[in-house]
């Protein structure tokens, strides 16, 4: 081919406009473009496409329909050369905050999110859904989120307002039903004349008003037939979204932008004229990239050219997996040719005994033909697709269906292919054809030679995939587990095919492809010979099958990945579910056939999404406690709200990157250079040697800002690299070349213990005899519970931005911080300069959960260290999997126990050892464990009491803040151990806590009593018991559990009350500062930072209230330490109570100045009252203070209230588990919170939802692995480690607010109280649902050994806790434990 065939420009079109670029950068990925043109809609929060932050709309033009393709794609892995003759849409391209999209005031409206920072990537992956789709189906729009990830909502929210543009939505406004159904919402109001709900208003957010005459509701006080919709007698939550929703209009596609023109002729090749589309190949100039030469062929005659030239070259049509190699593995591929523009690679067409597959057809595409072959063919000669099919519906999240294909997917050769297994059952076939057009036959069983190595050659690539028609009397079926059912990477997955002789049922062909087992997927010939030429429906042969799979698939205790056992069990499993499902279409009369219905999960179709919100009407005040929208929620959905990030370079600015320890524990023998400074780019290296100041930081001075002698766990920072270029900075990193001598390394704190690796204090608290207690007791049970370790996964990574001022040592610091003060005072120290001329500015944070309390401080510190010694702004940003191995997480506890009791279950007395596992340094690990050990007793009296605490020192990062602080931990310990005392007890769980709930006026362990007017649990647990009706649901659930056999249901519910205070005296105090202009409006600054919790439109609200203002006057700008001094971290759920107060305080002395000439001049608007008050030289500025009241308890003589007061809550779970894998479904959930009065009920339910979501995922999904060789961490990123995505929602999910009776004598803001972590322990309630379905297998088993059931439970831990047949004959023999294993849990 000559050059004047090829093109080295690339032309597309971003949100309408062309755009031409001359000198591709091969290395640079789509989204590192779009936001170096300032699209930062499009966020980085992982990497590797496993969170759909960045996801954006990709159109291409199908020549062989004539029509635009629009799909979701993940910015993040789409090489910028692969977008010639696309349009690219961004959320900046629907619309602004003052013009929005539907879609974006929808979301908006209804609260669907919180801190923002995935809000646009669920706006695209919703728009794509309805560019091609107008009216889709409810089921639709819930799975379009599948590679959608949400730390902050709980999802219910986003669902919610996504639905209200189903087929069967009213389009000008529709609710979400209990029934998870949109229902049209009644047109004529609620039955008085001139109803709200039928006004009309010109666009903005709502903003509640003023109760109308004398607090009667929205309607004048007239008779409506249902209650005004703003009365107490109808629920607000309902109310309050009819307002929203009158906003809305009709989704009109039709007014959507249309597919440019030109690029439809584009793509027809009818531009000659203009810019002519032609083949690509474009040679990267810079020294340093990674691609040197690349090229895009048009046709399979061109490619075949190239790859005959370039044999070696790399082979490019996704980039799912190329793209991770390239981020993380930093694979260099000099040579790529990307082969997604060549039409015969995707062609499918019906040949001789089946249908061809071009081999290069998206995944996508590839479930949309499978879906067309099967109506077209029949269930005979479909079952083979139909299995692929139902593969995919797994395959990872839709952003990666969309570009993934189905030969990258086989030529990766992973060995947990999700599809892979399903192609070789099938007996499928591949057509290789190498660059002289040689072609080739290889049958998939001959394709995989060894661990990612396969049968082609040099120069060879794979054109085509055969896959037969199934015959008569022959089934295929794929399954696949997984630690998340949705966009996960398999556990194992399988195909199994099986054809019988209809007459005799002898087995005459047999096909059991397995993934997951082996270093490559493999074909298992024992089970298939164990029943090849035997009666399919004997029984014995199914225990022969199972058997031989056993022996054939029998993982060694230290097998890659783990899980040996899981593993295994999970092979005969599979074969049971098919041996029955098979069976049972066969028309075989067998007894597993029975059972068909409990075993063909995926033949389901999912349940839709339900559920209630509900809490009364707020008619007393203008506009405290009412839902109001999140003030930034326009900006989040239209991608204008702003993080550290989307910061634009100041000046000549730099980027900064970490040099990681290499070993957990050992000396730094020596740190070279050399290397990294003589690399394109690199500006400096700093080491502990340049610190100008204090090389140590936190509050116990006991961790060095970067190490001198010493590392302590994997991946500490060691060295600074500064560099022109973020990739600069990062391979400049890489090449720092430091020498260690290895020392002794403790990861886990069941080691900690053994090895007395103890920070020096103890905690101790006493209360009774117990002694005593324990002799008189019917029953004294000893035990031990495990806390599990959790990852904050906030979808913005830590990073801070340093701008030297180069004058008097004065930094400006942006940083993505909870503690602005912290920041500001550690940079201080670190570079030696007085705190005043450091000034840390916090707009807003994506996400924190307490994460960025301490541990972002060091990051804060590393910025400003570069800016000092380079006089420039340096730029820091973690990338994914550094923030996850350095950052620190919730730290694992394990609890040591003995409880007393009666034998009617009346709780004697406890005795605890609470063992913290801390990390390598101090951080904040002694607060953790203080309020771990005032939170062990949850909702319990305990008479007597003693509770010991120690923290572990291990070579693990510094174990810091998580939403909770240690409470969730301490609280699933005492859980634990009352769960197995009622089982020791044989009685029902929820009748031991309930006899012994708190009554009011009781005292705690740490001596705080209870007051009467305020303690609620025991009104709450018997409102929800009785709203729920739990005895008919137990009576259901058992019911249930005695007809299914390999399903079973649980159901539980718990108390907690979580208490609200610092543990810290002098944090409990907050301030503000607020303005009035002469104009009218209002600044407002304060101590807390807003992560998405709604501080900030808490404390508007709180303002607008004390001022008596529209909110719409009142402003918050930022948190910034220059506003705010000494501020206390944004933690502890006191932020509310802290800064409200101080900002009532500042606006109240406002409103008293301005008192006067309100009363002079009554009709006239604020503005012209506030701009007469400066003339007559009114103060118009206020500062405000707040410090809490009546509390500070001390450790040493246990005296002193600890807690202003507690926020409580309830919840009960009900659950189905599958007892043959492990997976369960979380059927409802329905929770009642005491919040006090709320200041904004919508957004404290917001708070519940996705609190109970964390404690969800703590406690039954996700698991943080470390490796015991070398103490890598082995889950950094969402490739491996699980939160709960959209589809993981409880079907049913019920919140309600606990209605004061009665003032409840709180002296908070507004009588309200916190709510940002006490929800989180609820999740629990899922895990012990959890349980209580195991021990309904391990009856049905005749196991009857005492559960004590792991945590978190995964799907691994119930399967083998349900200790059938299947994982007695899979157990590793307790002799062959040897070695170290795979992973472990610190």
């Not at 260099?332 to 523009?341: A, K, L, N, R, T």
């Not at 025991?1018 to 058992?1038: G, T």
């Not at 606990?1298 to 908070?1308: A, D, S, V």
Request: glycine share 8%.
């Amino acid at each position: 081919m000559t050059n004047s065939q090829f093109s080295s420009s690339v032309l597309f079109y971003l949100n309408g406009s062309r755009r031409v670029i001359d000198d591709v950068d091969l290395d640079m990925t789509l989204l590192q473009y779009l936001r170096s043109t300032g699209m930062t809609s499009v966020k980085l929060g992982c990497g590797e496409g496993g969170c759909g932050a960045c996801t954006v709309m990709v159109s291409s033009y199908d020549t062989a329909t004539n029509k635009p393709r629009h799909y979701a794609a993940n910015a993040c892995l789409f090489p910028l050369y692969a977008v010639d003759g696309l349009h690219i849409v961004t959320v900046e391209g629907l619309g602004t905050s003052s013009s929005p999209h539907q879609i974006q005031l929808r979301l908006a409206s209804l609260h669907s999110f919180q801190c923002g920072f995935c809000t646009a990537g669920f706006v695209m992956s919703l728009y794509v859904l309805l560019r091609n789709n107008p009216q889709p189906s409810e089921l639709e729009i819930e799975e379009c989120f599948d590679g959608n990830l949400c730390r902050c909502t709980g999802y219910r929210p986003i669902l919610d307002a996504a639905k209200t543009f189903a087929k069967d939505a009213w389009k000008s406004g529709s609710l979400i039903g209990p029934d998870g159904l949109v229902n049209v919402a009644q047109a004529n109001g609620c039955g008085v004349k001139d109803c709200c709900q039928l006004q009309t208003n010109e666009f903005s957010l709502p903003e509640p008003a003023a109760s109308r005459t004398n607090g009667a509701g929205c309607c004048r006080g007239g008779s409506a037939k249902l209650g005004c919709c703003k009365s107490a007698t109808v629920n607000g939550a309902e109310a309050e979204k009819i307002e929203a929703m009158k906003q809305f209009r009709p989704y009109d596609e039709t007014q959507e932008p249309i597919f440019p023109p030109f690029l439809a002729r584009y793509a027809r090749g009818e531009t000659t004229d203009e810019h002519c589309r032609l083949a690509l190949m474009i040679r990267n100039r810079r020294v340093d990239a990674q691609c040197k030469l690349f090229y895009r062929p048009l046709s399979l005659k061109q490619l075949l050219a190239i790859i005959s030239e370039h044999p070696e070259a790399k082979i490019v049509a996704g980039s799912s997996e190329i793209g991770i190699e390239k981020t993380f593995k930093h694979s260099e591929f000099p040579v790529q040719v990307y082969v997604s523009d060549v039409p015969e690679l995707r062609q499918v067409e019906e040949v001789a005994g089946g249908i061809s597959f071009g081999a290069n057809i998206t995944l996508a595409r590839f479930n949309s033909a499978l879906q067309q072959l099967s109506e077209q063919h029949g269930l005979v000669k479909s079952q083979g697709f139909a299995a692929l099919k139902n593969a995919l519906k797994f395959f990872a999240g839709n952003q990666i269906r969309n570009v993934a294909t189905l030969a990258g997917n086989i030529a990766t050769a992973s060995p947990i292919s999700d599809l892979n297994p399903v192609l070789l059952a099938t007996g499928a076939v591949l057509t290789l054809v190498s660059g002289s057009g040689a072609e080739r036959q290889v049958p998939m069983s001959e394709f995989f030679l060894s661990y990612r190595r396969t049968a082609l050659q040099p120069g060879e690539i794979l054109r085509s995939v055969f896959v037969p028609f199934s015959r008569p009397y022959e089934i295929v079926r794929s399954f696949k587990q997984a630690k998340r059912k949705d966009d996960d990477i398999a556990i194992v997955t399988c195909g199994m095919r099986v054809r019988i002789d209809p007459k005799s049922r002898i087995v005459e062909e047999a096909a059991f492809g397995f993934g997951g087992m082996a270093p490559t997927t493999i074909l298992a010939k024992e089970p298939a010979a164990a029943c090849k030429g035997k009666t399919w429906g004997d029984s014995a042969v199914l225990k022969q099958m199972m058997a031989a799979c056993q022996q054939e698939l029998q993982l060694p205790y230290t097998v890659p990945g783990g899980m040996a056992e899981y593993r295994t069990a999970l092979t005969c499993s599979f074969i049971l579910k098919f041996w029955a499902i098979s069976s049972f279409h066969l028309g075989i009369d067998c007894e597993e056939a029975k059972f068909v219905a409990e075993m063909d999960l995926d033949a389901e179709e999912r349940a839709l999404v339900k559920g209630q919100q509900a809490y009364d009407s707020v008619t007393d005040r203008m506009v405290v406690g009412k839902g109001v929208a999140h003030l930034s929620a326009l900006k989040h959905t239209t991608g204008e709200a702003r993080y550290v990030d989307d910061m634009p370079p100041v000046g000549d600015e730099l980027h900064m990157a970490m040099v990681p320890s290499a070993r957990a524990h050992a000396r730094i023998v020596s740190i070279d250079s050399s290397q990294a400074l003589a690399a394109p780019g690199v500006v400096k290296v700093l080491t502990s040697s340049d610190i100008p100041a204090a090389n140590v930081w936190n509050i116990f001075h006991d961790e060095e800002i970067l190490p001198t002698n010493t590392v302590h766990h994997m991946a500490q920072p060691v060295a600074l690299v500064i560099a022109r270029t973020r990739k600069q900075a990062q391979a400049g990193a890489r090449l720092v070349q430091v020498e260690y001598e290895d020392l002794p390394a403790i990861l886990t704190v069941q080691d900690a213990i053994a090895k007395e690796s103890w920070f020096p204090e103890v905690r101790q608290l006493k209360n009774g005899d117990v002694d005593a207690a324990f002799a008189s007791a019917d029953v004294v049970l000893s035990g031990e519970s495990y806390s599990p370790v959790q990852e904050h996964f906030y979808l913005e990574t830590m990073g801070a931005i340093a701008v030297p001022k180069n004058e008097d040592g004065e930094i400006d610091l942006y940083a993505s911080t909870q503690n602005p003060t912290e920041a500001q005072m550690v940079c201080a120290e670190v570079l030696g300069v007085p705190a005043a001329r450091i000034v840390c500015h916090v707009k807003r944070m994506g996400g924190g959960f307490g994460g960025k309390e301490s541990r972002s401080s060091l990051i804060a510190a590393f910025a400003a260290l570069g800016a000092h010694h380079t006089k420039q702004s340096v730029r820091l940003m973690l990338d994914r999997d550094m923030d996850m191995m350095i950052s620190g997480q919730r730290g694992s506890f394990l609890g040591r126990w003995t409880c007393a009791a009666t034998r009617d279950g009346r709780l004697l007395g406890m005795r605890m050892h609470l063992f913290a596992n801390g990390g390598f340094s101090h951080d904040l690990s002694l607060g953790v464990l203080d309020r771990a050990m005032s939170h062990v007793d949850n909702c319990f009296r305990f008479p007597a009491t003693e509770i010991i605490g120690r923290i572990c020192q291990t070579n693990t990062q510094s174990v810091t803040a998580f939403r909770g602080f240690g409470g969730p931990e301490s609280m699933i310990i005492c859980m634990s151990m009352l769960s197995e005392l009622a089982q020791h007890l044989d009685m029902p769980f929820e009748q031991l806590q309930r006899i012994n709930l708190y009554e009011p006026n009781d005292v705690t362990p740490f001596s705080q009593k209870l007051e009467g007017q305020d303690w609620n649990v025991p009104r709450m647990w018997d409102e929800l018991s009785a709203e729920v009706q739990y005895d008919k649901l137990r009576r259901e659930v058992d019911e249930f559990n005695a007809c299914s056999r390999y399903r079973k249901r649980g159901l539980a519910i718990i108390p907690t009350k979580f208490g609200i205070s610092f543990g810290v005296k002098h944090l409990n105090q907050g301030m503000a500062l607020v303005h009035v202009y002469m104009d009218g409006s209002v600044l407002v600054a304060h101590g807390g930072t807003e992560m998405g919790q709604g501080l900030h439109t808490k404390m508007a609200q709180i303002a607008a209230e004390t001022l008596q203002l529209p909110l719409s006057t009142i402003f918050i700008s930022e948190t910034a330490t220059n506003t705010a001094a000494n501020t206390s971290p944004t933690a502890a759920s006191a932020s509310s109570d802290l800064n409200g107060f101080a900002v009532y305080n500042a606006c109240k002395k406002l409103a008293d100045r301005l008192r006067p000439y309100r009363e002079q001049m009554p009709n006239e608007p604020f503005s012209k009252i506030a701009k007469t008050a400066y003339l007559d030289r009114c103060d118009l500025s206020a500062t405000g203070h707040y410090a809490t009241p009546d509390i500070g308890f001390d450790w040493q003589t246990q005296q002193g209230q600890l807690f202003f007061y507690f926020t409580q809550g309830c919840a009960v779970a009900m659950v189905e588990l599958d007892l043959l894998t492990g997976t369960h479904t979380a059927l409802r959930t329905d929770i009642k919170m005491d919040v006090g009065r709320s200041l904004n009920k919508a957004i404290d339910i917001g708070q519940i939802e996705g609190a109970f979501t964390q404690g969800y995922g703590m406690y039954a999904m996700e698991e943080y692995l470390y490796s015991p060789k070398d103490g890598r961490l082995l889950t950094a990123g969402p490739g491996n480690y699980k939160i709960p995505s959209a589809l993981d929602c409880p079907r049913e999910l019920n919140i309600s607010l606990l209605e004061p009776k009665e003032p409840n004598g709180l002296k908070t803001i507004f009588s309200s109280k916190g709510i940002g972590e006490p929800p989180l322990f609820l999740g629990a309630s899922v895990y012990f649902a959890l349980k209580d379905a195991v021990l309904a297998a391990r009856k049905q088993m005749n196991v009857k050994q005492l559960l004590r059931l792991e945590c978190p439970a995964t799907p691994e831990v119930l399967r083998l806790a349900c200790e059938d047949e299947i994982v007695e004959m899979t157990r590793v023999p307790k002799e062959q434990k040897q070695g170290m294993p795979f992973a472990v849990r610190i």
